[in-house]
């Protein structure tokens, strides 16, 4: 079946521009996380939405950062007046049991 | 605050060896670890975990050792292959919590 989608694959950016980032889980999966990896570094936690709950906002790095997820599938990472500190990779994943993720592609953001 | 620690950057391994990857954490609260294996432009995958109620946990040449007393555990690859060539993650969570912490990753190489 198909796997974890993420859209763009690439994106470029100018520093202060807003930009939207989409994930589209497996479907039937209730959980959906974002994550970010930035240069050299781990994968750090962003967000995570799990069925009709509040998310999990407590990796959210500042105020410029916000996702929502639609009728409980598609997902978009909005990151607002983007800075270049922003630039990283921007992993979704999906899961039905509990921590065994499936990560997306991810989008490569690059903010000049 | 790097709750989850792989030490080791870069790991080479001569085919048809063992490769051990390691990982170190702080946080006792951890009762459920996993490892990733990511290859270039992809999303990392899930690849073996293993309770805190365990030590041992065996799937084929994937080996996950956990000793909690040293808050440690380890993978073991045997005998290792060209194809295993990727950045190995080590991520831990406390059940119920959701989450996952993930370490910074370790960069394997098989050499033929």
């Known amino acids: 079946g198909a796997g974890v989608s993420q859209s763009p694959s690439n994106k470029v950016t100018e520093k202060g521009k807003d930009v939207e980032l989409r994930c589209d889980p497996i479907?039937?999966?209730?959980?959906l996380y974002w994550y970010r990896q930035s240069l050299g570094q781990g994968l750090e936690f962003l967000i995570y939405?799990?069925?009709?709950?509040?998310?999990?906002k407590s990796g959210l790095p500042s105020d410029r950062f916000s996702a929502e997820r639609t009728g409980g599938s598609v997902s978009t990472l909005t990151i607002q007046r983007t800075q270049q500190e922003d630039s990283a990779v921007y992993l979704c994943?999906?899961?039905?049991?509990?921590?065994?993720?499936?990560f997306g592609p991810g989008t490569r953001l690059t903010v000049t | 605050d790097q709750q989850v620690k792989q030490n080791s950057p870069s790991l080479s391994v001569q085919e048809g060896r063992i490769s051990i990857l390691n990982c170190d954490y702080t946080?006792?609260?951890?009762?459920?670890f996993l490892w990733y294996k990511k290859y270039p432009a992809e999303g990392p995958t899930f690849l073996i975990s293993i309770s805190s109620i365990k030590d041992k946990n065996e799937d084929g040449r994937f080996t996950v050792f956990l000793n909690k007393s040293a808050k440690h555990l380890s993978l073991h690859i045997v005998p290792s292959q060209p194809g295993d060539s990727a950045v190995y993650f080590c991520?831990?969570?406390?059940?119920?919590?959701?989450?996952?912490?993930f370490g910074q990753g370790t960069r394997l190489t098989i050499n033929p």
């Open positions: 479907s039937g999966h209730t959980a």
């Open positions: 991520a831990a969570a406390i059940q119920g919590a959701q989450k996952l912490v």
């Open positions: 939405f799990q069925g009709n709950s509040a998310p999990d």
């Open positions: 946080n006792s609260m951890f009762d459920y």
């Open positions: 994943a999906s899961s039905l049991v509990v921590f065994e993720q499936y």
